[in-house]
């Protein structure tokens, strides 16, 4: 089997940053012990979780992060430029030639910024919202609502990162999550606010910098890409800390 084979079936493991790690498991570990203190009736009532699991979530979210399942590989046909030396009478010349070859970037899904997100948000939207909300048909409409603005506003501030990836302000997704969601949270039948920044927020920033990015991922010239990791893990996660402080002030 050949290395770009077993890239293809395994997982691809970013390179591990103590410090990084540690900055946002310091402020996940300042979070959950409040929610599990005061906030529990909140969060099961705004969520559909109690703050046990949803810490467990978000950790798993942090580790996740580290690790990429690839999906698929893309394929592209570059120009590329050879040199044949020719010597006349004591001269060398360069002569040049363009070619075309096959460019490989395999696109993966990251477990943390990706995969974990997609799960929580299909439980929301799936048992959460029927089971809780007060009018469901407004909640989903709300929730569409948010995930439109943050969709837009993360593709316009997202920047392709030649040999990198996407990459993403890590304020711009909680920051407009948390914005829209306190503008729509209340109208109509109120709704829970951190069900709507979660899913919103999270697939918007999952749509809007990546997925709506997907036709340029040839361009970047890296040989993995990945959804939901590198640029756009930060404000996805910070996002899901964001929907998770929205009890406090809205609740």
């Given at each position: 089997m050949s290395p770009s084979e077993r890239s293809r079936r395994g997982l691809i493991f970013r390179p591990f940053s103590l410090l990084y790690f540690a900055f946002l498991l310091f402020w996940l570990m300042l979070i959950i012990p409040f929610a599990v203190l005061f906030l529990r009736g909140l969060l099961v009532r705004g969520l559909g979780l109690p703050p046990e699991m949803v810490g467990g979530f978000l950790l798993l979210s942090l580790l996740g992060s580290f690790v990429n399942i690839?999906?698929?590989?893309?394929?592209?046909?570059?120009?590329?430029?050879?040199?044949?030396?020719?010597?006349?009478?004591?001269?060398?010349?360069?002569?040049?030639?363009?070619?075309?070859?096959?460019?490989?970037?395999?696109?993966?899904?990251?477990?943390?910024?990706?995969?974990?997100?997609?799960?929580?948000?299909?439980?929301?939207?799936?048992?959460?919202?029927?089971?809780?909300?007060?009018?469901?048909?407004?909640?989903?409409?709300?929730?569409?609502?948010?995930?439109?603005?943050?969709?837009?506003?993360?593709n316009r501030t997202s920047r392709?990162?030649?040999?990198?990836?996407?990459?993403?302000?890590?304020?711009?997704?909680?920051?407009?999550?948390?914005?829209?969601?306190?503008?729509?949270?209340?109208?109509?039948?109120?709704?829970?606010?951190?069900?709507?920044?979660?899913?919103?927020?999270?697939?918007?920033?999952?749509?809007?910098?990546?997925?709506?990015?997907l036709g340029k991922l040839p361009q970047l010239g890296a040989p993995v890409v990945s959804i939901g990791g590198a640029g756009t893990f930060d404000g996805i996660y910070t996002t899901g800390l964001v929907s998770v402080l929205l009890v406090l002030l809205l609740l």
């Open positions: 690839p999906v698929w590989e893309l394929r592209s046909r570059v120009p590329m430029f050879r040199y044949r030396e020719v010597n006349f009478f004591g001269v060398t010349w360069l002569v040049p030639r363009m070619d075309t070859r096959v460019r490989r970037t395999l696109v993966t899904l990251n477990v943390g910024g990706g995969l974990v997100p997609l799960l929580v948000s299909t439980y929301i939207l799936s048992w959460a919202i029927p089971h809780s909300a007060r009018d469901p048909l407004s909640a989903y409409g709300k929730t569409l609502l948010v995930f439109a603005v943050v969709s837009v506003a993360v392709l990162v030649q040999g990198l990836g996407i990459a993403t302000p890590a304020f711009v997704p909680p920051t407009v999550t948390a914005l829209a969601t306190v503008l729509v949270y209340g109208v109509g039948a109120p709704s829970s606010p951190t069900q709507l920044a979660y899913v919103g927020g999270t697939l918007g920033t999952l749509v809007g910098a990546d997925l709506m990015n």
